[in-house]
């Protein structure tokens, strides 16, 4: 089993930013990639970013390329840093876990799931 843990969220302003962390204990040996998903109320859960054992790949969504960054100092702790937020960022965050080596950006792969922490951007 492994435990994630998400803290950093709170309610900002446009234009703003807010570090994302998430914090990995248990079974850590059997996780490789480490991604951040997000779910705004009435629609389903979506990627945002993603970063392998390694840090040395990373993935984004769309929507947050230039604005938010992946990063991991361990096994046991991985990183979003956003910067620049809109309205639209407004959601619950969830750092997730999942034994696969690459990139996967789909919920189904992910193997182990943080309670998460709401992000609120007002405009």
């Known amino acids: 089993q492994v435990q994630l843990v998400e803290s950093g969220g709170g309610l900002v302003q446009a234009g703003a930013s807010l570090r994302l962390s998430c914090a990995a204990s248990?079974?850590?040996?059997?996780?490789?990639?480490m991604g951040w998903f997000r779910q705004a109320p009435g629609k389903e859960r979506e990627f945002v970013a993603v970063?392998?054992?390694?840090?040395?790949?990373t993935s984004y969504q769309d929507s947050v390329k230039g604005r938010f960054t992946i990063s991991k100092d361990n096994a046991k702790a991985v990183y979003l840093q956003m910067n620049y937020l809109k309205p639209g960022d407004t959601a619950v965050y969830y750092c997730?876990?999942?034994?696969?080596?690459?990139?996967?950006?789909?919920?189904?792969?992910?193997?182990?799931w943080g309670q998460g922490t709401q992000v609120t951007v007002s405009s």
């Open positions: 997730a876990t999942t034994p696969r080596a690459d990139v996967p950006v789909r919920a189904s792969e992910y193997a182990y």
């Open positions: 248990g079974r850590t040996s059997s996780t490789y990639a």
């Open positions: 970063i392998t054992r390694s840090g040395r790949l």
